[in-house]
């Protein structure tokens, strides 16, 4: 079932109107929270976003790659406190990963929305822009936005002879992995 998943996985953008379901969103949360983290130590903290204002506030968070939240039922946005841990965007990186597999497996698109390292405007940060639209206290640092919803899209997976494979090695750098003997 699994690499089912990961076989159909893609970034959706285009989303149907229809809200997601508040049972299917408290398993959203609960993957989040089941993310592994370093040492344990959950720096992690999220905001669900259905309200309509407030998905069309953040959709302006970037100039160009986040638009499309505007057209989402839901979005998930998912800071960190630094202090509680020095490798914090690890563990928002996997905490953001596994929400976007458990949409999958529900049958909602998600996509990625990068917002650390990224600008709202020449002066403002796309992290400062998000966290005043949503009062997120300053020790938070803002990681990512998760799009999410019923998809008005669909795209081919991609295909298994276009995978990287030249990348994967077997026991030392440049060999090859082919497969084991
Ligand atoms: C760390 C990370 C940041 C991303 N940031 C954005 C983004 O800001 N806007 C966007 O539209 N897509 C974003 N994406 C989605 C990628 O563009 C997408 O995963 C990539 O093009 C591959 O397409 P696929 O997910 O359909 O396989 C991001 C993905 C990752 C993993």
């Not at 204002?53 to 499309?68: C, M, N, P, Q, V």
Request: glycine letters at 4%; charged letters at 25%; proline letters at 6%.
């Amino acid at each position: 079932m699994f690499s089912s998943l990961i076989q159909k996985r893609r970034s959706i953008r285009k989303f149907q109107k229809k809200p997601v379901e508040s049972k299917k969103i408290e398993i959203l949360i609960e993957a989040a929270l089941r993310s592994p983290s370093s040492r344990g130590h959950n720096p992690w903290e999220f905001i669900v976003v259905t309200e309509p204002d407030l998905l069309e506030k953040l959709s302006r968070a970037k100039t160009h790659g986040s638009e499309f939240l505007k057209n989402a039922p839901l979005g998930i946005v998912v800071c960190a406190d630094e202090d509680k841990c020095d490798v914090w965007v690890e563990d928002c990186s996997i905490a953001s990963t596994f929400i976007f597999l458990a949409s999958e497996s529900l049958g909602l698109g998600s996509c990625w929305i990068q917002i650390r390292e990224r600008m709202h405007s020449e002066t403002l940060t796309s992290e400062a822009y998000v966290s005043e639209v949503l009062n997120i206290p300053p020790k938070l640092k803002v990681e990512s936005m998760i799009a999410v919803g019923y998809p008005a899209e669909t795209k081919p997976p991609h295909k298994k002879e276009e995978l990287q494979y030249e990348k994967m090695f077997l026991n030392q750098y440049g060999k090859l992995y082919t497969s084991l003997p």
